[in-house]
């Protein structure tokens, strides 16, 4: 879900060259992008087991060009996967990028919401949508989902020094107006959400792996570069 751009998708511009341009902020973070998608998939995993829930029809909302997609399968064990995103640009690139594998891959305009959903995931999507427009974009969320479907929101930390430097200095977040935790989870509850947990994550550069393992007692931290919200449809 990307701003809107003289009636054309911003994201369409940067689906192409969407890898290059994040390459230079994953060298400060010290991982690929897929170190980090299956980071806050398997975190998110994790949670969702201990609370004995099992998602078998799932979105990423806001897919871009789908890095998450099939890990949405292999590790959540979905097996409905439907994609989201406003730029048709990233989803033809998110569709050759999934190869064989069998999904829904469409616009908000064709995928009508009908409350069947087990969770929307969604990474990094918000701070790209104007303001004004993001009680709507939770509501279309909560359309989706099913009675006690799961919520799970990541967005880029601004408390986080490092975060906050790339999001200003980054082509792709030119447009970008961040969100704390606390006005997300306010975003969220002011649309029926129950908020579970709000958990904070990757302080430490994918480099520094022996390090990793204090991340679970930093959870609540507000300062890493990344937090998720997780929420339950009332």
Request: one cysteine or more; proline letters at 8%; aromatic letters at 12%.
């Amino acid at each position: 879900m990307k701003p809107v751009e003289e009636d054309k998708p911003e994201f369409d511009k940067f689906a192409r060259d969407y890898e290059a341009l994040f390459k230079p902020w994953l060298k400060i973070a010290g991982g690929p992008r897929e170190f980090f998608a299956r980071a806050r998939l398997t975190w998110l995993a994790d949670l969702l087991c201990n609370q004995q829930i099992l998602p078998r029809r799932v979105m990423d909302f806001g897919c871009g060009t789908g890095i998450s997609l099939p890990l949405l399968a292999d590790i959540l064990g979905a097996e409905q996967v439907i994609g989201l995103d406003t730029s048709e640009e990233s989803l033809a690139v998110a569709r050759s990028a999934v190869g064989r594998r069998t999904l829904q891959l469409a616009t908000p305009a064709e995928y009508r919401p009908r409350e069947e959903l087990d969770l929307v995931f969604c990474n990094g999507v918000f701070h790209h949508i104007p303001v004004a427009e993001r009680p709507a974009a939770v509501d279309y969320v909560y359309h989706c989902l099913r009675p006690g479907g799961m919520f799970a929101m990541w967005e880029n930390n601004p408390w986080n020094p490092v975060q906050s430097f790339a999001m200003k200095h980054s082509k792709i977040d030119k447009n970008a107006i961040p969100l704390p935790a606390p006005e997300s989870r306010r975003l969220v509850t002011s649309k029926r959400f129950a908020v579970i947990r709000t958990d904070y994550l990757f302080f430490f550069p994918g480099s520094f792996s022996w390090l990793h393992s204090l991340e679970k007692s930093l959870i609540k931290v507000p300062l890493g570069a990344q937090y998720q919200i997780l929420a339950r449809k009332m």
